[in-house]
Nanobody, 121 residues
Framework: QVQLVESGGGSEQAGGSLKLSCTVS???????????MGWYRQASGKPREFVSS???????RYSESAKGRFTISRDEAKNTLYLQMNSLKTEDTAVYYC????????????WGQGTQVTVSS
């Protein structure tokens, strides 16, 4: 069983920063960095969209909206994935989801429940 628990969401003013965390519990004993991981978000009334990912080899990817503002990282000792979000904009308001282990169709096998991020002007 694999569980992902996000934390760190909340309310922030535009221009501020938030750091999201995603802690992974893997009863299969899979090495934390063995699987790629990612962050997605879903704003109200919109489809879920890709934000950032980190591969098993450490390669990182960002959406155009996240580039230069967000940084994805991981701490293997803590089984935790992070998303540092700086220069927040109101359009960053969404539920942010953590995901683990990319599948062949480009999606991810495991998902967290999400954490709300609200950015006000």
């Amino acid at each position: 069983q694999v569980q992902l628990v996000e934390s760190g969401g909340g309310s922030e003013q535009a221009g501020g920063s938030l750091k999201l965390s995603c802690t992974v519990s893997d009863s299969y004993g899979e090495r934390f960095s063995f699987c790629s991981m990612g962050w997605y978000r879903q704003a109200s009334g919109k489809p879920r969209e890709f934000v950032s990912s980190i591969g098993s080899d450490g390669t990182t990817r960002y959406s155009e909206s996240a580039k230069g503002r967000f940084t994805i990282s991981r701490d293997e000792a803590k089984n935790t994935l992070y998303l540092q979000m700086n220069s927040l904009k109101t359009e960053d308001t969404a539920v942010y989801y953590c995901a683990r282990c990319r599948t062949n169709d480009g999606s991810f096998r495991y998902w967290g429940q999400g954490t709300q991020v609200t950015v006000s002007s």
